[in-house]
């Protein structure tokens, strides 16, 4: 695996984007966009950044870094959101395994999506996604860290069971319940899914309205798993409402044509400043739920963490480029 890793190191950030813009249209439907989103809540930019820190905890405040940033902490657990998650540990153990790499990049990630496919006897384009997140993983935690996390799926054995027609079948159906089920004139009623693992994490929201704003309506406790939440105002995170703290940034795994269209001024603006990755298209991946209406029913993932490093993050980068020596990253002990 160090000489994996050490291959690893050689890629730029631009390399790892093209390297998923080249797998993206193979990876299976399912996990297209939630193998996008999990780059996006991960991107290599701000890991660098820290690794290369000669004090990450000070930068960390700097870029205003809040939540469960480290993914070091969550190796097994930061991609639950992907179907290929359940098939993590063969994926992982293909990572871990001593073979000859490819060269390209690409070439990398589909060798490792077709050495677990053997183990699991599932297709390849099962496991591209998560082959790619599982080396952008290693890239960005190092040969020791990665190696000790177990490999746990963190599935309930109801979830596990699910094919992915299923869950496609489910993300389909909820529009149509709340299509014929739920209209009431003009306060049409739709479904907002944040956990689609879990059978009750949903709350209602009304036909145009802002998706953190309907989250309010679940009054369930989700500050003790997550200290960043307001007691009693739902499972998003939020502080100002008004696009300007970026807490309630999320990403959508179905559902993304049914919210508004992103308005250039502020959202679009206000996420590069925060740093996140956002798309050109009007109805992006990303989004910011106190800005996002809904015209339909959705399935979103609520990141760990959030920050404001967009307009610093490049200032630092310049300044550890000038300083470093070979490529920053977690070091490989022998």
Known sequence: ???????????????????????????????????????????????????????????????????????????????????????????????????????????????????????????????LGMAAVGLMT??????????????????????????????????AKR??????????????RWRVTFDESEPHATFPVIQGQEIATAAQTDKRDYRSRDPRCTPG?????????????GTCWVGVLAGAERLSPVVDRDERTRMKVFGYSVADEPTPLIRLACQARAQGSVSIVIPPWNGMFGGKLGAVRTESEATAVGPPGPPVRE
């Open 1 to 127: 695996m160090k000489d994996l890793y050490a291959r690893l190191c050689r890629f730029e950030p631009a390399d790892w984007e093209r390297a998923l813009e080249a797998i993206a249209p193979h990876i299976l439907h399912i996990d297209r966009n939630a193998t996008r989103i999990w780059f996006a809540f991960w991107p290599l930019d701000l890991s660098l950044a820290l690794a290369s820190s000669d004090d990450p905890q000070a930068l960390s405040r700097k870029l205003g870094l809040m939540g469960r940033w480290r993914l070091s902490e969550q190796i097994d657990e930061s991609h639950r959101f992907l179907y290929a998650h359940r098939y993590w540990p063969q994926v992982k153990n293909a990572i871990a395994s001593d073979r000859e790499w490819p060269t390209e990049l690409p070439a990398i990630v589909e060798a490792v999506a077709d050495a677990a496919a053997r183990i699991t006897r599932t297709d390849r384009e099962m496991l």
């Open 138 to 171: 290693l890239r960005q935690t190092g040969v020791e860290v990665f190696a000790s996390a177990p490999g746990t799926v963190h599935l309930s054995p109801a979830a596990i069971r699910l094919s992915p027609h299923q869950v496609l079948r489910r993300r």
């Open 175 to 188: 529009d149509r319940q709340a299509l014929f089920g739920f209209v009431r004139g003009p306060a049409r």
């Open 233 to 245: 105002e739902g499972p998003i995170p939020v502080e100002c409402r008004a696009a300007s703290c």
